[in-house]
Nanobody, 116 residues
Framework: VQLQASGGGLVQAGGSLTLSCAAS????????VGWYRQAPGKQRELVASIIKGGARNYKDSVKGRFTISRDDAKNTVYLQMNSLKPEDTALYYC???????????WGQGTQVTVSS
């Protein structure tokens, strides 16, 4: 599957952004879809994911501020980010995994910059 991420930008602290990840095929049966981020000099980390069956996982620092959702009719995963903080600044990647035997698929990344 090919993933196309979009929606990043520059926003002031306290602002909001919505990221979109469009998949080239149906992700309805994928075991996991989600968003990761990588700040300069840091490792890539999981931000939010949806597991097959609907359970959602969030990084502790974004709980209550970020919401992951999906539109299976559009093969798209979203990340609604509210109350953004400067520490949320990073390159955000969407991720999808079809099954346990498949490799992770990654989008190209979209930059989110939060100014103080």
């Amino acid at each position: 599957v090919q993933l196309q991420a979009s929606g990043g930008g520059l926003v002031q602290a306290g602002g909001s952004l919505t990221l979109s990840c469009a998949a080239s095929e149906s992700i309805l049966s994928f075991i996991t879809v989600g968003w990761y981020r990588q700040a300069p000099g840091k490792q890539r980390e999981l931000v939010a994911s949806i597991i097959k069956g609907g359970a959602r996982n969030y990084k502790d620092s974004v709980k209550g501020r970020f919401t992951i959702s999906r539109d299976d009719a559009k093969n798209t995963v979203y990340l609604q980010m509210n109350s953004l903080k400067p520490e949320d600044t990073a390159l955000y990647y969407c991720n999808a995994r079809q099954n346990l035997a498949s490799a992770n698929s990654w989008g190209q990344g979209t930059q989110v910059t939060v100014s103080s």
